[in-house]
């Protein structure tokens, strides 16, 4: 949404206000801001306000800066996280972003945004999805649909709830249909850069392509992956736990059909009939702080775990905060057919 949309200054009518409350679209509240000469805004304007103004004096050329509520709710733009479950508690749906001069910069729709993160996210989008072929025969395996969207528009998506807004996507195979389908990420209101891979760098090597990452922590996450992941709480955990990287992790569980002996040489000292274990995975989501990016090499293969087993080795701190919810990596023909499947039940 222009931000123009939502503002009106504060000499137009009521009837003015309401011509433009009409007007606005994809937000969850109908709601505007009134601003005075410079452009800094005064206080904000519903239809409630209207409709009680209307209620008491029925004057339709009554002014926007003498109807406006003045102590309306807002936060001054902050590079650090954002937490809003303060603003739920008080049923805010629309947060104002304001400057030092309280000029807007963006709303936050509280409907629509889980958090406002601090971090900016790579997205790795250059392989070749060979056990998936021949649907990736001709497209490449993060542009295949799921519903009515492709599996790493779903995954974007999900990040712009979270609150980031700059997205680079690491692309090699087809990625020219990747970068054609979402462009500069302008008509979701975010910017997207393409890192092209001349030679394939694994899960992480394209990290250090990327000239310099704004955010102190940086997102990293494969592009095919189905999941409702909370980025704020991997987030929190990583920051909450003082740790270098913080990795998503799901639950896989073995099931042992025999009895297992614990043995001391050939006695047999306990055992366990047909026990179940349950580890934790590596998820492909990971939060880690940049300056580990330092660590990676130019142009040179080199995945996330080569990554992560340094960081341990070297008596870093790597933490794993688990996925509640559901988590599909589609890798083969039976995992994306559950992800078909499993799309159709979603609101």
Not at 11 to 25: F, G, Q, S, V
Not at 132 to 159: A, F, Q, Y
Not at 191 to 216: H, M, P, Q, R
Not at 234 to 240: A, M
Request: include cysteine; hydrophobic fraction near 40%.
């Amino acid at each position: 949404m222009e931000i123009e949309n939502i503002l009106i200054h504060k000499d137009k009518t009521i009837l003015d206000a309401l011509h433009k409350l009409n007007k606005i679209r994809d937000v969850s509240r109908l709601i505007l801001f009134v601003t005075d000469n410079d452009g800094s805004v005064l206080g904000s304007l519903t239809d409630g306000d209207i409709r009680r103004s209307l209620a008491n004096e029925e004057d339709v050329r009554k002014k926007v800066g003498d109807v406006c509520f003045i102590n309306f709710v807002f936060e001054t733009d902050k590079k650090g996280f954002l937490d809003l479950r303060a603003y739920r508690k008080r049923d805010i749906k629309i947060l104002p972003i304001l400057d030092e001069d309280k000029r807007m910069l963006r709303i936050i729709d509280l409907e629509k945004t889980k958090s406002v993160l601090p971090l900016e996210c790579m997205i790795m989008a250059g392989g070749r999805g060979k056990r998936l072929s021949p649907l990736t025969d001709t497209v490449p395996k993060p542009m295949l649909p799921l519903g009515d969207k492709p599996i790493i528009e779903h995954n974007i998506d999900r990040l712009i709830a979270f609150g980031i807004q700059k997205i680079y996507i690491s692309v090699k195979y087809l990625g020219e249909q990747i970068q054609e389908y979402f462009g500069d990420g302008s008509k979701k209101g975010i910017c997207i850069e393409y890192i092209w891979e001349e030679e394939f760098l694994g899960t992480a090597g394209a990290l250090a392509l990327v000239n310099e990452f704004k955010s102190d922590h940086v997102l990293l996450m494969n592009s095919d992956l189905f999941t409702n992941v909370d980025f704020e709480d991997l987030y929190l955990e990583l920051i909450k736990s003082n740790a270098d990287m913080a990795v998503a992790s799901t639950e896989y569980k073995v099931d042992v059909p025999f009895a297992v002996f614990e043995t001391n040489e050939k006695k047999v000292i306990n055992f366990k009939e047909k026990p179940s274990y349950v580890y934790h995975s590596n998820a492909g989501i990971y939060i880690l702080n940049k300056k580990l990016i330092d660590k990676i090499p130019k142009n040179q293969f080199y995945d996330i775990t080569d990554l992560m087993d340094n960081l341990v080795k070297e008596g870093g701190k790597l933490v794993h905060n688990p996925i509640i919810g559901f988590w599909i990596d589609i890798g083969k023909p039976l995992d994306y057919k559950q992800a078909q499947e499993f799309v159709k039940h979603l609101n």
